[in-house]
């Protein structure tokens, strides 16, 4: 199988207990399969259904038993059909056993991948728990359940159960839920498992991670105590935010009959002198400008890469604080990992040693970052001890970036205290807000928490892919009404707003409530207040700024630029407030490095035409766009052949870059192979 290519198996009760869920099972399984088909278009899935009145598995026709367990599907690579399949599970007539169903998942998967793939193969099971299991021929129930963990252990695989409880279980099924649960307990603590209890069709739909996302770490080195002191980790991202996949421009030019058409849209821009509209400004004669006062200041590339801040790559302990003096909200952007170097005994020991101390004097650390080398900026953090209390899972720490001065806010706002008495909430009113608030209570003593993030999806997202499967069968598709289950998650619980109305009334009660009306958004009142003022010029210079001027004032790169192009590309591949972003970076890059070499005099572009592809090749790995990278790399090159540049062909050779390999992304075509001689099998030179 390709690196980073997962197996699943989906193991689902159908049970007639599970009749009144199967509708919340039809879309959370859909949806996997959908973002697979986005994310992991070559990933296998099969499905398994259990407390069907059929029989239908290789373990009963081969040994015997196993019986009301039928394999919907084998194992293949996901399509359009699956989904389809998981939108219409037929409805099983009996108990199912659960025990059967995972033993007839692994027979799929041993039979279908042997000892390969290993930590790539994972079983899901949703059920809720109430169906009696079989008893074993021989020994206990227990006794099978560590059977089973020992040989998914041997052959890598993973096991997920989500135990679904909507309401209380009562009478007979008592004992058998009990049971259950302890035998659904005991994977986690035997083998690679886990179990989850959810009670809401919300958190069934965010229970099972739809997408699997391969750890990587952002930094391998020394956390350094002291010059003489230094503890081996690696950090990892703990939360991070989930973007839009990537929209492509699309052409519908090329004739239909084409079948080999990319339907690629390519832009090229060029830079004219404002003097004369049809002159060129060549890479060369182009500089950038900063606004200092009422003049700009040309600032040259060299120059700018003298003035940046070149620190090493390094994680350094810059003291120590009682962890009451971290506001909570002065913490920024995404939550990291630290945890000890796994093969290192002596770093797990000092990790655990500095966790346990800190959190028992109720201290956090202060760190200095610099994650890679040549990284631009520093980062400063907070470490926060995460002590385990898990036996098999080793303590580790938090890291959350703090501001600089500058990122801070201030807002002065008075005080509700020196406002007079008439404008002050008296007791009823008071006591009405708090009965409010109380009635709104996510979290109540005899109920699951709802909308807990680890079982909460992303409800944008998830009509998103919705659509986009809908709209793959159906081009001329409307878009549908949001799905009743998503509701729930943008909308406060209708049930729970009916049973606490007398709440609602009272707060209406004691409060004067008025509808606000909705202002337009419009600059014309700014232009009224500045006209005939010395501040007109100023608005009107503000408001004919370039892109490029925006983009150095603001935060978010629009244009590559010549200074640091490099940054300017990885920023703008970072952009998640447009799909076009990647694509616009990856275009923009091409022509910079087109530029570079087509005015190159004796190679001196070369370096720089290097460093510009090298991060287009990284950032096409990172945003699994292999392909525009090849076909750019192939084009170059013929480029440069006909074009009497061989010599850049050879720099390259000379520096090892290559095509990008499956190995390095999976979506790509070419092979290791391939990849590696591509420079080596040069054409010849036309004469």
Same mark, same amino acid.
């Given at each position: 199988?390709?690196?980073?290519?997962?197996?699943?198996?989906?193991?689902?009760?159908?049970?007639?207990?599970?009749?009144?869920?199967?509708?919340?099972?039809?879309?959370?399984?859909?949806?996997?399969?959908?973002? +697979?088909?986005?994310?992991?278009?070559?990933?296998?899935?099969?499905?398994?259904?259990?407390?069907?009145? &059929?029989?239908?598995?290789?373990?009963?026709?081969?040994?015997?038993?196993?019986?009301?367990?039928?394999?919907?599907?084998?194992?293949?690579?996901?399509?359009?059909?699956?989904?389809?399949?998981?939108?219409?599970?037929?409805?099983?007539?009996?108990?199912?056993?659960?025990?059967?169903?995972?033993?007839?998942?692994?027979?799929?998967?041993?039979?279908?991948?042997?000892?390969?793939?290993?930590?790539?193969? *994972?079983?899901?099971?949703?059920?809720?728990?109430?169906?009696?299991?079989?008893?074993?021929?021989?020994?206990?129930?227990?006794?099978?359940?560590?059977?089973?963990?020992?040989?998914?252990?041997?052959?890598?695989?993973?096991?997920?159960?989500?135990?679904?409880?909507?309401?209380?279980?009562?009478? &007979?099924?008592?004992?058998?839920?009990?049971?259950?649960?302890?035998?659904?307990?005991?994977?986690?603590?035997?083998?690679?498992?886990?179990?989850?209890?959810?009670?809401?069709?919300?958190?069934?739909?965010?229970?099972?991670?739809?997408?699997?996302?391969?750890?990587?770490?952002?930094?391998?080195?020394?956390?350094?105590?002291?010059?003489?002191?230094?503890?081996?980790?690696?950090?990892?991202?703990?939360?991070?935010?989930?973007?839009?996949?990537?929209?492509?421009?699309?052409?519908?030019?090329?004739?239909?009959?084409?079948?080999?058409?990319?339907?690629?849209? +390519?832009?090229?821009?060029?830079?004219?002198?404002?003097?004369?509209?049809?002159?060129?400004?060549?890479?060369?004669? *182009?500089?950038?400008?900063?606004?200092?006062?009422? @003049?700009?200041?040309?600032?040259?590339?060299?120059?700018?890469?003298?003035?940046?801040?070149?620190?090493?790559?390094?994680?350094?302990?810059?003291?120590?604080?009682?962890?009451?003096?971290?506001?909570?909200?002065?913490?920024?952007?995404?939550?990291?990992?630290?945890?000890?170097?796994?093969?290192?005994?002596?770093?797990?020991?000092?990790?655990?040693?500095?966790?346990?101390?800190?959190?028992?004097?109720?201290?956090?650390?202060?760190?200095?970052? %610099?994650?890679?080398?040549?990284?631009?900026?520093?980062?400063?953090?907070?470490?926060?001890?995460?002590?385990?209390?898990?036996?098999?899972?080793?303590?580790?720490?938090?890291?959350?970036?703090?501001?600089?001065?500058?990122?801070?806010?201030?807002?002065?706002?008075?005080?509700?205290?020196?406002?007079?008495?008439? !404008?002050?909430?008296?007791?009823?009113?008071?006591?009405?807000?708090?009965?409010?608030?109380?009635?709104?209570?996510?979290?109540?003593?005899?109920?699951?928490?709802?909308?807990?993030?680890?079982?909460?999806?992303?409800?944008? !997202?998830?009509?998103?892919?919705?659509?986009?499967?809908?709209?793959?069968?159906?081009?001329?598709?409307? %878009?549908?009404?949001?799905?009743?289950? !998503?509701?729930?998650?943008?909308?406060?619980?209708?049930?729970?707003?009916?049973?606490?109305?007398?709440?609602?009334?009272?707060?209406?009660?004691?409060?004067?409530?008025?509808? +606000?009306?909705?202002?337009?958004?419009?600059?014309? *009142?700014?232009?009224?207040?500045?006209?005939?003022?010395?501040?007109?010029?100023?608005?009107?210079?503000?408001?004919?700024?370039?892109?490029?001027? !925006?983009?150095?004032?603001?935060?978010?790169?629009?244009?590559?630029?010549?200074?640091?192009?490099?940054?300017?590309?990885?920023?703008?591949?970072?952009?998640?407030?447009?799909?076009?972003?990647?694509?616009?970076?990856?275009?923009?890059?091409?022509?910079?490095?087109?530029?570079?070499?087509?005015?190159?005099?004796?190679?001196?572009?070369?370096?720089?035409?290097?460093?510009?592809?090298?991060?287009?090749?990284?950032?096409?790995?990172?945003? @699994?766009?292999?392909?525009?990278?090849?076909?750019?790399?192939?084009?170059?090159?013929?480029?440069?052949?006909?074009?009497?540049?061989?010599?850049?062909?050879?720099?390259?050779?000379?520096?090892?870059?290559?095509?990008?390999?499956?190995?390095?992304?999976?979506?790509?075509?070419?092979?290791?192979?391939?990849?590696?001689?591509?420079?080596?099998?040069?054409?010849?030179?036309?004469?």
């Amino acid at each position: 199988m390709a690196r980073n290519k997962e197996a699943l198996v989906l193991l689902l009760d159908v049970g007639p207990s599970m009749h009144h869920l199967l509708p919340e099972v039809e879309k959370i399984c859909s949806m996997i399969v959908q973002k +697979k088909l986005v994310y992991s278009k070559y990933d296998e899935v099969g499905v398994v259904l259990f407390g069907t009145e &059929e029989t239908e598995n290789e373990l009963t026709m081969e040994v015997g038993g196993y019986e009301h367990v039928v394999v919907l599907q084998n194992i293949k690579v996901v399509d359009g059909d699956l989904v389809e399949a998981l939108r219409q599970i037929p409805r099983g007539t009996v108990p199912g056993d659960f025990l059967d169903a995972i033993v007839v998942g692994m027979d799929m998967l041993i039979k279908k991948y042997s000892s390969t793939n290993k930590g790539k193969k *994972r079983m899901c099971i949703i059920t809720n728990g109430l169906s009696p299991i079989k008893d074993p021929y021989e020994g206990s129930k227990e006794d099978q359940v560590n059977a089973i963990a020992e040989q998914m252990t041997s052959h890598g695989m993973k096991l997920e159960c989500v135990v679904v409880r909507e309401s209380v279980v009562l009478g &007979e099924n008592v004992s058998v839920m009990e049971e259950n649960d302890r035998l659904l307990n005991l994977f986690p603590k035997k083998t690679r498992a886990k179990t989850v209890f959810v009670e809401s069709s919300t958190s069934l739909l965010g229970a099972l991670k739809t997408r699997s996302i391969s750890p990587v770490t952002i930094f391998r080195g020394d956390l350094e105590i002291s010059p003489k002191l230094k503890i081996k980790v690696w950090v990892y991202k703990k939360t991070s935010e989930e973007k839009f996949p990537t929209l492509k421009k699309y052409s519908d030019k090329a004739p239909s009959t084409d079948k080999f058409a990319s339907h690629e849209v +390519k832009v090229d821009y060029e830079y004219k002198s404002v003097e004369d509209a049809n002159k060129v400004v060549p890479p060369e004669q *182009r500089i950038k400008g900063y606004r200092y006062g009422p @003049q700009v200041v040309p600032i040259s590339a060299d120059e700018w890469d003298a003035v940046k801040f070149k620190p090493d790559k390094s994680v350094k302990l810059l003291g120590f604080t009682d962890s009451s003096n971290i506001m909570r909200h002065h913490y920024m952007k995404d939550v990291n990992i630290f945890i000890a170097d796994p093969g290192d005994q002596n770093a797990i020991v000092a990790v655990s040693a500095l966790a346990r101390a800190m959190k028992e004097m109720h201290k956090v650390a202060i760190l200095r970052c %610099v994650w890679r080398q040549g990284q631009g900026n520093v980062v400063v953090g907070i470490l926060t001890p995460n002590v385990s209390d898990n036996d098999h899972i080793p303590d580790s720490f938090y890291f959350n970036i703090l501001p600089f001065a500058e990122d801070v806010r201030e807002f002065q706002f008075p005080s509700f205290s020196n406002l007079p008495a008439s !404008l002050l909430p008296d007791e009823e009113q008071q006591e009405a807000a708090d009965n409010f608030v109380k009635m709104l209570d996510l979290a109540p003593s005899d109920k699951e928490e709802m909308l807990q993030p680890d079982f909460t999806p992303n409800p944008v !997202l998830e009509r998103f892919y919705n659509y986009l499967e809908l709209k793959s069968k159906h081009p001329d598709a409307a %878009v549908p009404p949001l799905d009743k289950t !998503l509701k729930r998650i943008t909308e406060p619980d209708p049930e729970l707003l009916a049973k606490k109305k007398s709440a609602i009334d009272s707060l209406l009660r004691h409060f004067e409530v008025k509808e +606000k009306p909705k202002l337009k958004k419009s600059t014309r *009142r700014m232009r009224e207040k500045l006209s005939g003022s010395d501040d007109e010029d100023n608005y009107r210079r503000i408001s004919s700024k370039t892109e490029a001027d !925006l983009t150095k004032n603001g935060d978010k790169v629009e244009k590559i630029g010549d200074l640091t192009p490099v940054q300017d590309f990885e920023s703008m591949m970072s952009r998640r407030d447009n799909p076009e972003w990647v694509n616009r970076a990856i275009t923009e890059m091409k022509n910079k490095i087109h530029d570079l070499i087509e005015d190159s005099y004796e190679g001196d572009n070369y370096p720089k035409a290097l460093d510009l592809l090298v991060a287009l090749r990284k950032g096409c790995i990172l945003e @699994q766009e292999p392909k525009q990278f090849n076909d750019f790399l192939h084009q170059l090159c013929k480029f440069c052949l006909e074009n009497d540049l061989r010599s850049f062909c050879d720099f390259l050779a000379s520096k090892g870059i290559t095509l990008i390999s499956k190995t390095e992304a999976i979506d790509s075509d070419v092979t290791e192979e391939e990849a590696g001689s591509f420079l080596v099998k040069r054409e010849p030179q036309p004469e």
